[in-house]
């Protein structure tokens, strides 16, 4: 009886010992498996909370840049929004642009009335006084070609694209120029017989002669119609101009200041370069001494804009 009671318990034993061998790998794998998991999921505990520590972090920063540090910042920034507003709200304007030209120029002119002054072929004197009297001098009859050639050049400035707000597409200027203009004779100069006649000296034929010809200073407003064209007509309404005369008038003048009147039309033809055409009248509201400087000239321009 003992004897299969020890047997008894002694495979029950076996039995025990074989199945704690069968299950202890498997519970040694479930446990290490635990073990992995939980270290997996502490780690990805971890990186998150040092996820948003860094997006809070990042969250100050910001705060930090936009508030501003007093209260007149923020008033500037304020100020500086409702301008932009202001601008991107408000209808774009065409931009303005400057036409401005420098130009070289000739051609023909006309004087109203032959040059007076100091050339005078006709001056004789018909005897010679010796109380210092001159008898017989006669005065100038008109010297001089009617007939002129100019050249001269100018600067155009642009003031306004719209005539000052009266008309779209119509450009005002300020031109600045000069001629030269001589006309087309040489005629002998009076200066020495007349001398030689107040010295009581024998007159004799004076064979000096000089160049009738003038200096314009002149100074307008011009008005230039169709802006963004190659084809721009203008027109000058008045200007100002002062003219040099030589040989001097008889009282040995040579200044005489009077006014313009012109039209032309310019014409692009490459890129920044024209071609124009104009005439102009020259008035002044009196001679000088006898000489007047009233005429015509016409002629042709070239120019350069910029």
């Known amino acids: ?19 704690g061998a069968l299950v202890s790998p498997q519970a040694m794998a ?8 939980e ?12 996820l ?6 990042l969250s100050r920063l910001r705060a930090e840049v936009n508030r501003p540090s007093s209260s007149a910042e923020a008033g500037k920034i304020q100020e500086l929004d409702q301008w932009m507003n202001s601008v991107k709200s408000a209808p ?7 036409d401005n030209m420098v130009f070289f120029r000739g051609g023909y002119g006309h004087a109203n009335a032959n040059r007076g002054g100091t050339l005078d072929p006709t001056v004789t ?40 707000g009266l008309m779209d597409k119509t450009e005002v ?12 004779e040489r005629q002998v100069n009076g200066v020495g017989t007349t001398a030689a006649a107040l010295e009581g000296l024998p007159i004799a034929t004076n064979t000096e002669s000089a160049t009738v010809n003038q200096l314009t200073l002149a100074a307008s407003p011009k008005i230039k119609f169709f802006k963004g064209s190659a084809f721009r007509p203008w027109l000058i309404p008045v200007g100002f101009e002062l003219n040099v005369i030589s040989p001097p008038s008889d009282a040995i003048t040579v200044l005489n200041p009077g006014m313009q ?29 006898g000489v007047r400087t009233d005429g015509v000239t016409a002629g042709g321009y070239l120019g350069i804009g910029f």
Not at 1 to 16: D, E, F, S, V
Not at 30 to 37: G, T
Not at 275 to 287: K, L, W
């Open 92 to 98: 774009k304007e065409s931009k303005k642009s400057k």
């Open 125 to 164: 004197a018909l005897g010679n006084n010796r109380n210092g009297v001159i008898a017989g001098v006669t005065g100038n009859n008109g010297i001089g070609d009617q007939d002129q050639w100019y050249f001269g050049a100018g600067f155009d400035f642009s003031l306004n694209d719209n005539l000052f």
């Open 30 to 37: 479930h446990s290490k498996a635990d073990r992995v998991a």
């Open 39 to 50: 270290a997996a999921s502490n780690k990805a505990d971890a990186l998150e909370a040092q």
């Open 173 to 184: 200027f300020a031109e600045l120029m000069f001629d030269y203009k001589q006309l087309g």
């Open 261 to 289: 009147f012109g039209a032309g039309a310019d014409y692009k033809i490459w890129k920044d370069l024209y071609v124009g055409a104009d005439a102009r009248y020259h008035y002044s509201a009196d001679n000088v001494d």
């Open 1 to 19: 009886m003992i004897n299969k009671t020890k047997l008894a318990l002694g495979i029950a034993a076996a039995t025990l010992t074989m199945a």
């Open 52 to 57: 948003q520590a860094m997006q809070a972090e």
